[in-house]
Every structure is written in C-alpha cells, then in structure tokens.
C-alpha cells in the first residue's frame, strides 16, 4: 500500500500505553495495557497523519475494512454489549483507532472509559491470557482477509 511505512513512527506515549500484538495491511495492532477494558488500538503506519481524511481514499477504505474486522472479532470473543470506536487524538496527536468492548452495568457505563478508572496494567499471566484470546482475530488483520 502506497505511503505505508515510509518514516512512520510510533507516538511514544502510545509505546509506553500498548503492547505490540502485531501488524495488518495498514496498521500497527496495539492492545492498551489495561486490563479493565477489552481494548485494541489500530495505529496507520502512515507518517504525519492526524485525522481520517488525511489518508489516501484507499488507505481509508483500508482503515475501516480493518476497524469492521477487528471490531467483530472483538465482540465475538468477549460478548460486549456495545463497541466504542473512536479517534479522539487529544493527547496523542498520531492519527489512532480505538476498539473498546463495553458491557452494561461496566464501571463506566453509559459514559466514556476515559478517566473512570485508574489503567490496570495486565499481569504477565492476564497479558498471555488476552493475547492468546485475540490471537485468531490478529491472525485474520495480519493475513488481510
């Protein structure tokens, strides 16, 4: 995919939050290191982009073919009762696609995740536990299916 790779680099404040469980077509697949929320990041490894509309019209096509996938897959393996998607980028200006699985009656609901609770960062076990769990959902984003 054209522009892809080319100089990007991860947003360091994203580095220090995610864990690395892989790459698709377009994107860094990053897991928020926060075990309170079923949580993945789809980070477009595209140099200097902050919003949607400053990829390409394929490299968008690409994104939300990616989200769609990645989203389902999400709901699939946790039950949610409702994904956020959402590409906020207050903080981190890189351009960046949230996927958190949400359940009526979470600590959080029906508001936002962000500032409800302090990050709980996975245990190693928990970490290997929801790794392994997303694995099949990564495997399909990797492959491009």
Same mark, same amino acid.
Request: overall charge negative; proline content about 7%.
């Given at each position: 995919?054209?522009?892809? #790779?080319?100089?990007? =680099?991860?947003?360091?404040?994203?580095?220090?939050?995610?864990?690395?469980?892989?790459?698709?077509?377009?994107?860094?697949?990053?897991?928020?290191?926060?075990?309170?929320?079923?949580?993945?990041?789809?980070? !477009?490894?595209?140099?200097?982009?902050?919003?949607?509309?400053?990829?390409? !019209?394929?490299?968008?096509?690409?994104?939300?073919?990616?989200?769609?996938?990645?989203?389902? #897959?999400?709901?699939?393996?946790? #039950?949610?009762?409702?994904?956020? =998607?959402?590409?906020?980028?207050?903080?981190?200006?890189?351009?960046?696609?949230?996927?958190?699985?949400?359940?009526?009656?979470?600590?959080?609901?029906?508001? !936002? =995740?962000?500032?409800?609770?302090?990050?709980?960062?996975?245990?190693?076990?928990?970490?290997?536990?929801?790794? #392994?769990?997303?694995?099949? =959902?990564?495997?399909?984003?990797?492959?491009?299916?």
């Amino acid at each position: 995919m054209s522009g892809v #790779g080319q100089s990007f =680099v991860l947003h360091e404040r994203l580095a220090a939050d995610t864990v690395s469980l892989g790459q698709s077509r377009l994107c860094e697949i990053r897991l928020m290191n926060d075990s309170n929320w079923p949580w993945v990041l789809l980070v !477009p490894r595209v140099a200097g982009v902050r919003e949607i509309y400053q990829l390409a !019209p394929e490299q968008q096509r690409q994104l939300l073919a990616e989200s769609s996938l990645l989203g389902e #897959g999400m709901m699939e393996l946790f #039950g949610g009762d409702k994904l956020n =998607v959402a590409a906020l980028g207050n903080m981190v200006p890189q351009l960046h696609l949230h996927h958190i699985v949400r359940f009526d009656g979470d600590p959080a609901w029906p508001g !936002p =995740v962000w500032g409800k609770l302090p990050p709980q960062a996975y245990s190693a076990d928990e970490l290997a536990a929801v790794t #392994g769990r997303l694995e099949p =959902v990564i495997k399909t984003l990797e492959s491009g299916s």
